[in-house]
């Protein structure tokens, strides 16, 4: 159905071995490839022009390793590149206090949503925020703000009665030195880049408030006109960063090499969600395997090493060593894959499986199993051996399933702990210690950092 | 009804001959180089027609240019021209009432994509038209949704069915349905939530508001329209695949075409899903929303001589 980046120029580069020189000649087919896919990923074109020219120099007249194909090889240096190029340039904040950051951005970009979100990251890096209305254009913008910041028990200010967005920010630094505030937001309007009215507007609340940050808030979505957007609002406003948003989608994200390669401007932080707290600094390798359309495979597994609790895996893993595993473990063991979400939500943050439809059957079928567990006494639950047949009656009319069912259950948790006390021996070690050796050698991806 | 549509291509032709204007500029008079189809192909992507699109123009442009060694330069417009209208046919959609009032549309999309400011726009052109309507405001998720919805009724004085913060959508527009039959609308518009398309659980929600609604009518929603960002990429293909495959779309509205962005998604949108197009929003203002003309939309991207280009053949 998709196929990925590597497989398609391991075809391309087939006829290449080990020891054999990557030249302009071997290589035209395997750019042209590199080309379809960061078009595909919105890439503005003539960024992917420039860099594939400089991924052609980077290439041309090294030798083709022998212990990998050419395929990753290639792909190595595109994704190092492009991981650099997206990294470059200060990443952090300035460190100062009071701090003033200024948001901009074109309409329905999550300037509202990315002002908030700042607010709250700022809050935990002991900072106290204020944050700032300042859009007096859209209907309701400013109750937006205000409401998101009652949700966060942040300080907020605005006039609704002003015309006059320089005076909000100049009423604004007052109210922060009243309040104690030592980080302050200015939420600002949406805006086309062209619309000289409203960029004079800005540039106006620039030079009054003079802030430390301007932030232009991107939609990872964004096409081609990425370019003109980050253009435009540099000139107008002097960037300092960019912060890329619903990144919770599946776009390959082409709009942040973009506007990084044009402006130069340094991507700051990254909106992965709707919830305030889904806001993190920016990864450019991340963004890199994103772009080229290999998945964003870290934050996956980051987002699994986040709902499971550790102490609780590693007491399970304890006695999952000793076999000593019981339905109660089980019953916790389940929770916690529910709590990683539905397969789909998973599947959801690889580009181009979103439309891989998986998940409801299993997920019932989680259901079920937990009813079955929760309709036992906590003693049949520690030891199943008291299970027979009128117990097993009872618990299938209180779970709403069948005797079949819960034998079925039963069967499959039997099996289970048969298999656990097979590791225990010294063949279980052997068994343990290939299937390590199998995972270490993951194939495929190049330069995954993380991976344990 | 006549006056409409001449406000129309007027509007359309102002806006889009200043938009596209780049594109028809490559094409001066003189002879088809491959200087010339190096601009093409990059003006098309720069429209985010995206690369299947693209290359197919691109391909039959080249193969004419093969054919006859002396294709002018402005025919090579015309035979983009030609191609786009081919690609395009049959993709302008309409809100057709339905048998028995309310007509019943629901808009749709991913967050930001326009979709409270459209409702309101369409609202606003329903009415001039002559029909009532009725606005119900389903999106109860975003802070202050409600509120942005309620200062644009009054602004174009329609009339709203507001809802609760945290309230179940689904409940908001069963009770909608049953206000706007009861007050004898012509059309209910039902404002939703933004929602990434890959969130499988916000989808959901989505199907519930179908069920709910199709209680009181089997065949409601009349038109559910897919509101997307004209200034986004490719992405636009895979949002509307997903909420198509998950809701049934009958079109789409393209929003934020008055910068410089051109929307060239919605061929792909039409080519790879079939799905017709409503609308493209050109401005803030409530009339700036204009019904999509293929002819109105080609013509602006391949401004073409058609008189020379026939005579060429």
């Not at chain 1, 086309?192 to 030079?207: F, H, M, S, T, V």
């Not at chain 1, 909106?271 to 963004?287: A, S, V, Y």
């Not at chain 2, 890959?198 to 519930?208: F, P, Q, S, V």
Request: net charge neutral; charged share 25%.
């Amino acid at each position: 159905m998709f196929e990925s980046l590597t497989d398609k120029l391991s075809n391309t580069l087939r006829n290449l071995r080990g020891g054999g020189r990557l030249t302009e000649d071997n290589m035209a087919e395997a750019l042209k490839e590199v080309r379809t896919a960061l078009l595909s990923a919105d890439v503005h074109f003539k960024v992917v022009r420039d860099f594939i020219d400089r991924v052609k120099a980077e290439c041309t007249g090294q030798e083709v390793l022998k212990s990998v194909s050419p395929g990753q090889q290639v792909v190595k240096i595109i994704n190092d590149e492009l991981t650099r190029l997206l990294g470059e340039g200060a990443n952090e904040l300035a460190a100062k206090r009071p701090l003033k950051i200024m948001l901009v951005g074109l309409h329905g970009s999550g300037k509202t949503t990315s002002t908030a979100k700042l607010g709250l990251f700022l809050g935990k890096k002991e900072y106290t925020p204020l944050l700032v209305g300042c859009d007096i254009h859209r209907p309701a913008a400013i109750d937006q703000l205000e409401t998101l910041a009652q949700q966060e028990s942040l300080a907020f200010y605005s006039d609704r009665s002003a015309r006059d967005v320089s005076r909000i920010g100049k009423d604004a630094l007052k109210q922060a030195k009243q309040r104690n505030a030592d980080a302050i937001l200015f939420d600002t309007a949406g805006r086309l880049q062209i619309d000289e009215e409203l960029i004079e507007e800005i540039k106006k609340l620039r030079a009054e408030v003079q802030p430390d940050e301007v932030l232009l808030v991107a939609d990872s979505a964004l096409g081609q006109e990425a370019v003109n957007v980050a253009r435009h609002f540099h000139d107008a406003v002097q960037l300092t960063g960019i912060v890329m948003t619903k990144l919770d989608g599946d776009a390959r994200g082409g709009a942040a090499l973009s506007m990084k390669a044009i402006t130069g401007v340094p991507i700051k932080f990254a909106g992965t969600g709707e919830k305030p707290g889904d806001f993190e600094t920016f990864h450019p390798d991340r963004m890199a395997s994103r772009i080229l359309g290999m998945g964003d495979v870290v934050s996956l597994v980051e987002k699994a090493q986040e709902s499971i609790d550790q102490d609780e895996a590693e007491k399970m893993a304890e006695k999952m060593r000793k076999a000593d595993f019981n339905l109660e473990d089980f019953l916790t063991q389940i929770r916690q894959v529910k709590k990683l979400g539905s397969m789909e939500s998973i599947m959801g943050m690889l580009p181009g499986m979103s439309g891989v439809k998986i998940g409801d059957k299993e997920t019932s079928r989680f259901a079920r199993t937990e009813a079955i567990i929760l309709s036992m006494t906590p003693r049949e639950r520690q030891n199943p051996n008291l299970l027979n047949g009128s117990r097993r009656m009872r618990i299938a009319k209180g779970s709403g399933t069948r005797v079949s069912d819960v034998n079925q259950l039963l069967k499959q948790f039997t099996q289970m702990r048969k298999m656990m006390k097979s590791m225990k021996g010294k063949k279980g070690k052997k068994m343990m210690r290939s299937l390590q050796a199998q995972m270490g050698e993951g194939k495929g991806m190049p330069n995954l950092p993380g991976m344990r | 009804m006549l006056g409409l549509y001449r406000k129309f291509k007027e509007g359309l032709s102002k806006t889009t001959s200043r938009l596209f204007g780049s594109i028809g500029g490559l094409f001066g008079g003189g002879e088809l180089d491959a200087d010339s189809v190096d601009s093409l192909e990059e003006a098309l992507y720069g429209a985010d027609f995206g690369v299947q699109t693209t290359e197919e123009i691109i391909g039959e442009i080249q193969e004419a240019f093969r054919r006859e060694k002396e294709l002018r330069a402005r025919d090579a417009s015309a035979i983009g021209g030609t191609v786009l209208r081919r690609v395009l046919k049959g993709s302008e959609a309409e809100l057709l009432p339905a048998a028995s009032p309310p007509t019943v549309v629901i808009l749709l999309g991913v967050n930001g994509s326009g979709k409270t400011t459209t409702a309101a726009k369409i609202g606003y052109r329903l009415q001039e038209e002559g029909s009532s309507v009725l606005i119900a405001a389903c999106d109860t998720f975003r802070a202050a949704a409600n509120e942005q919805l309620k200062t644009w009724c009054e602004r174009l004085d329609l009339e709203l069915i507001s809802s609760q913060h945290g309230a179940d959508a689904a409940a908001v527009a069963f009770d909608a349905w049953q206000a706007a039959r009861s007050r004898g609308k012509d059309y209910l518009l039902i404002d939703t939530a933004g929602r990434l398309h890959n969130k499988a659980n916000l989808m959901r929600e989505l199907a519930k508001i179908r069920r709910v609604l199709q209680k009181h009518e089997p065949g409601a929603p009349h038109h559910a329209i897919l509101v997307a960002d004209g200034s986004l990429g490719s992405n636009s293909i895979e949002q509307a695949r997903v909420f198509h495959r998950e809701f049934g779309l009958t079109g789409v509205a393209v929003t934020k075409l008055d910068g410089t962005s051109r929307g060239g998604a919605l061929v792909g949108i039409y080519r790879e899903l079939g799905l017709p197009v409503y609308f493209l929003g050109l401005g803030e203002r409530a009339e700036d929303l204009q019904p999509f003309s293929v002819d109105n939309y080609v013509n602006a991207i391949f401004p073409a001589e058609p008189a020379e280009a026939e005579s060429r053949g």
